[in-house]
């Protein structure tokens, strides 16, 4: 079974800041993706980032970038440039590659709280 | 761009009521997944549909049935209804297959009260 955590509750940040979220796994799978889905006071899940495992450069989108380490299984997510819509809770989370048809395993949420 | 469509968007039934919730997935999408998010808590997969088959199952109790239709529409049906099954329930479709793993798209969420 994989398990994904997420060691920081809460987290906030000034407008126009850096802020990194963490998010470590475990798993015995060789092949398998990770994601970062968003989920604003609206209560949507957005896909943030995704990452394949097999991918040794880090994924990037805009001004949301993640640092892969796959040896160590840490999944961080590093939000530049934070904006007030940037204000949300953020998971991480787990997908084995191949048959699984995608059931995703989530972390247990941080939530970010960009300040003026 | 079309989305996720899920409902009704909001859902109050009593003890022991069925309830029934509906997902439309993003055109020429095949699979349909069912979360499940307590409040506080984060999302739990329940179960997954793949070409109207059942793909996979997670933590979906004896109570909970679901189906995916010709039209790949799908339909979480929820019996004997409990105040622990209050919760916001998710949807989320992707183009599935063995090989391809694209990432899944979210509904907005039925929330369900039960009184």
């Known amino acids: 079974a994989q398990t994904v955590t997420q060691s920081q509750p809460e987290m906030s940040v000034q407008e126009a800041e850096t802020v990194t979220l963490s998010c470590t796994y475990d798993?015995?799978?060789?092949?398998?993706?990770l994601f970062w889905y968003k989920q604003p006071p609206s209560r949507q899940m957005i896909l943030v980032i995704r990452?394949?495992?097999?991918?040794?450069q880090n994924a990037t989108e805009n001004r949301f970038s993640v640092n892969f380490q796959k040896a160590a299984k840490s999944f961080s997510l590093k939000i530049s440039d934070s904006q007030l819509g940037d204000t949300a809770m953020y998971f991480c989370?787990?997908?084995?590659?191949?048959?699984?048809?995608?059931?995703?395993?989530f972390g247990q949420g941080t939530i970010l709280t960009v300040h003026p | 761009a079309a989305g996720v469509i899920q409902s009704p968007r909001h859902l109050i039934k009593e003890k022991r009521e069925t309830a029934t919730l509906k997902c439309y997935p993003i055109?020429?999408?095949?699979?349909v997944y069912w979360y499940q998010q307590g409040p506080g808590q984060d999302p739990q997969f329940l179960i997954s549909f793949y070409e109207k088959m059942q793909s996979d199952k997670g933590s979906i109790p004896d109570r909970f049935s679901a189906q995916q239709f010709s039209d790949y529409h799908s339909e979480l049906n929820m019996s004997s209804l409990e105040l622990g099954d209050s919760a916001l329930y998710f949807c989320?479709?992707?183009?599935?297959?063995?090989?391809?793993?694209?990432?899944?798209?979210f509904g907005n969420g039925t929330r369900l009260t039960v009184t």
């Open positions: 989370a787990f997908k084995v590659g191949g048959t699984s048809y995608g059931k995703l395993t």
């Open positions: 798993t015995s799978e060789n092949n398998y993706y």
């Open positions: 990452q394949e495992a097999y991918k040794q």
């Open positions: 989320a479709s992707s183009r599935g297959g063995s090989s391809y793993n694209s990432p899944l798209h």
């Open positions: 055109p020429r999408h095949d699979t």
